[in-house]
């Protein structure tokens, strides 16, 4: 069964998009990549073919294998850094549970210990001895 979602996306890619349907004769139910016989578009085909053009322009990749779901993670993860609330995040991806998204946002464990280094180096006993705080203890 298929679930419709909507997400923005930017004007140009927009643009592009109704080029695209409309050279191919795609229909407002069909789906927009598709397979010989008019079906979703294989995700097995699609890696295939994304290696392909990759070595046919010599786009090295340094060993890593991309998937197309690696796209929501690195979003995700976008959106986060640059302060979109978690619900948001979770609206645009579709999830029901923001428990799942804090699963596509790479960087927290990063951005903790970030957080935890800088609060320690400026209240660490050494920090505040050279500051001329007072300390417990």
């Known amino acids: 069964m298929r679930t419709y979602k909507r997400i923005p996306i930017p004007d140009a890619l927009y643009k592009l998009t109704k080029v695209y349907l409309k050279k191919h004769g795609i229909k407002a139910d069909d789906y927009v990549f598709q397979n010989a016989k008019g079906?979703?578009?294989?995700?097995s085909t699609f890696r295939y073919n994304m290696l392909k053009y990759?070595?046919?322009?010599?786009?090295?990749?340094?060993?890593?294998?991309?998937?197309?779901?690696?796209?929501?993670?690195?979003i995700a993860?976008?959106?986060?850094d640059t302060g979109v609330s978690l619900q948001s995040i979770r609206d645009y991806l579709g999830h029901d549970y923001e428990e799942m998204t804090e699963q596509y946002i790479d960087y927290m464990p990063k951005k903790i210990e970030k957080a935890s280094?800088?609060?320690?180096?400026?209240?660490?006993?050494?920090?505040?001895?050279?500051?001329g705080e007072k300390t417990d203890g």
Not at 77 to 80: A, E, L
């Open 39 to 43: 079906g979703a578009y294989c995700k």
């Open 54 to 74: 990759c070595e046919l322009n010599n786009i090295q990749n340094g060993g890593y294998v991309f998937k197309s779901h690696d796209y929501r993670h690195t």
């Open 77 to 80: 993860t976008y959106f986060y």
């Open 117 to 131: 280094e800088e609060y320690f180096s400026r209240h660490s006993l050494a920090a505040c001895m050279k500051r």
